[in-house]
């Protein structure tokens, strides 16, 4: 045991070398390194990156208006490099870093300035330059480009076109002439393609108008895309303004030597009557007084509307300032007659009313008229009336008298003549009856009838020409007058028990019944009967009633030759 350990001690006593290799290394990697920048660094002392820059756009506007607000930069490293890229003024002081010696890789980047300074302030408009300088270990280099800072709006002017205009119907279109500036677009409307632009800045365009409101705006952008408009709006009236003629219709007669003209026009129409002008209230109404000649006078009213459009409306109006010409040529003043019808005869002036006793007869194309009045025992005023167009009238009044037939049979004789008649006495009285009595049945009583007019014509409520019947007796009768329809109803008797001497007499039927009132149309009988002492005899004739204004004469002949055949088939 104590054996082992002496030799184990022994062992250890032995000094032993052994080799420590951690410094060779060290040495080696370190002399390694050396070596190897001694190679590489002449190399990466002569490198040099080469950067170029360019830009989308030089100059933009930061206006925050959605069009060219920033300016992006694009640069190209030839070598990767650290890069500071900086904004610089005219003064090569720097505004703005954009980036600050950043590690990229070779190739293209981009860098956007959005035209702040290095506080976030707005720049004032100018020039600016963008340096990107890329660093290598120790050599570097740097490129620059220009950019404009504009956030100017371009100028846009309009010659000669006020805003809110109004053009008449003879400018169909418009000439936009203006200026902006050399460097900018203007664009009209919608148009796909912007106007032509001089060196200057000068452009024109004529723009074609629609009738009403024409929008018309202008926008001019320049290179920056700063924007400007200008708008006007352009109203086309090609119509004519309407003009209501209150006062005169055209073709009035007028009997006042003064006229008033009176009428409505749009609001800011102007008016002219007979050439002078009119005043026109605001709510656009005229009244002008005229004065006319006798006669004919033409009225001219024109309105003009603000752009020039012209509305002409022309009223003849006659001046009459006479009354009519009225005579009569049938009737006498003071005159005595013995028919209870009186036919009355006339003239005056074409186009003239006439009334007669009140009911109003028709006036032909030359100013005749005639018309039937029923005469009273005793005396009648035969009244006519004369109205023409302009109101003029004309007035002519007979007194007529009515007598009836004397019978000398009742006439009071003289006291000789009486008692020579008494003397005579009964001889003479039986034979002056007998004679009588004989004389009577040898000229037997006879009647015939004729209608002279036998139609009636209704206009409205009045007719135009009464029915007039002529009827012939052989002797001194008595006669009655009755109308009957064709239903052989009583309609009117016309005279009852009148005595008419020996001839031709007139009976006239206004178409009127008992009561007054207008028959209807329709066929009618006139029954006449005469009746001398034990004889009485009676005869009849059609009439007829229409409704509507007389019909020519050829068309009346037709039809009497109708009703006369109509007639003859009924006996």
């Not at 024109?204 to 290179?223: C, F, H, K, W």
Request: proline share 6%; glycine share 8%; aromatic share 4%.
């Amino acid at each position: 045991m104590k054996t082992r350990l002496t030799q184990s001690n022994q062992r250890k006593s032995i000094p032993v070398r052994r080799l420590n290799v951690a410094p060779l290394l060290a040495l080696l990697t370190i002399g390694a390194i050396g070596a190897t920048l001694v190679l590489l660094f002449p190399m990466d002392w002569v490198r040099t990156p080469e950067v170029t820059v360019s830009a989308e756009r030089t100059i933009f506007s930061p206006n925050e208006d959605g069009n060219a607000d920033t300016a992006l930069v694009m640069y190209s490293l030839s070598a990767d490099a650290g890069v500071t890229v900086n904004v610089l003024d005219e003064t090569r002081s720097i505004v703005r870093t954009l980036v600050d010696g950043e590690s990229q890789v070779a190739g293209q980047h981009t860098v956007v300035w959005d035209g702040l300074g290095r506080m976030g302030q707005a720049l004032p408009d100018g020039a600016y330059l963008v340096q990107v300088t890329a660093q290598a270990t120790v050599r570097s280099s740097a490129s620059t480009i220009r950019l404009h800072l504009d956030t100017q709006s371009p100028i846009i002017r309009l010659a000669n076109l006020p805003e809110d205009i109004e053009v008449g119907g003879d400018q169909s279109e418009i000439l936009i002439e203006g200026v902006t500036d050399p460097d900018a677009t203007v664009w009209l409307n919608d148009s796909p393609q912007p106007l032509e632009i001089s060196t200057s800045g000068g452009f024109s365009v004529l723009y074609p108008l629609r009738e009403g409101v024409n929008q018309i705006e202008l926008t001019a952008v320049d290179e920056a895309g700063n924007r400007a408009s200008v708008t006007r709006e352009i109203t086309l009236l090609t119509q004519p303004p309407d003009i209501v003629v209150l006062n005169p219709s055209d073709g009035l007669w007028i009997n006042q030597q003064m006229l008033s003209v009176q009428g409505a026009v749009p609001n800011g129409t102007r008016v002219r009557v007979n050439r002078a002008e009119a005043a026109v209230d605001a709510d656009g109404n005229f009244d002008v007084d005229v004065v006319l000649d006798e006669g004919e006078n033409i009225i001219t009213i024109e309105a003009a509307d603000a752009v020039g459009n012209i509305t002409l409306e022309e009223r003849r109006v006659y001046l009459h300032t006479r009354p009519p010409a009225l005579s009569l040529t049938t009737v006498q003043d003071g005159m005595t007659v013995r028919e209870p019808s009186l036919l009355v005869v006339g003239k005056t002036e074409p186009m003239v009313a006439v009334w007669l006793n009140g009911r109003e007869v028709a006036v032909d194309s030359q100013g005749g008229f005639q018309g039937v009045v029923d005469l009273l025992e005793g005396d009648n005023v035969i009244r006519v009336d004369a109205v023409d167009r302009a109101g003029n009238t004309a007035a002519l009044a007979r007194q007529v008298t009515y007598s009836l037939p004397t019978n000398s049979a009742t006439m009071p004789l003289p006291a000789e003549v009486r008692t020579v008649l008494g003397v005579a006495g009964a001889g003479i009285a039986g034979i002056v009856g007998l004679w009588l009595f004989s004389g009577f049945w040898q000229r037997p009583l006879s009647l015939v009838l004729r209608a002279t007019r036998p139609t009636l014509s209704l206009e409205g409520d009045r007719w135009v020409k009464p029915a007039v019947v002529a009827f012939e007796i052989s002797r001194p009768a008595i006669v009655t007058a009755d109308v009957w329809d064709a239903a052989n109803r009583h309609v009117v008797t016309l005279f009852s028990r009148q005595r008419r001497d020996k001839g031709e007499h007139m009976l006239v039927w206004d178409g009127r019944d008992e009561t007054g009132q207008s028959a209807p149309p329709g066929a009618y009988e006139v029954e006449v009967s005469a009746n001398a002492l034990v004889t009485t005899v009676s005869g009849s004739t059609r009439l007829w009633v229409e409704e509507g204004p007389p019909r020519p004469t050829w068309e009346r002949s037709q039809e009497r030759a109708q009703r006369a055949r109509y007639e003859q088939t009924e006996l």
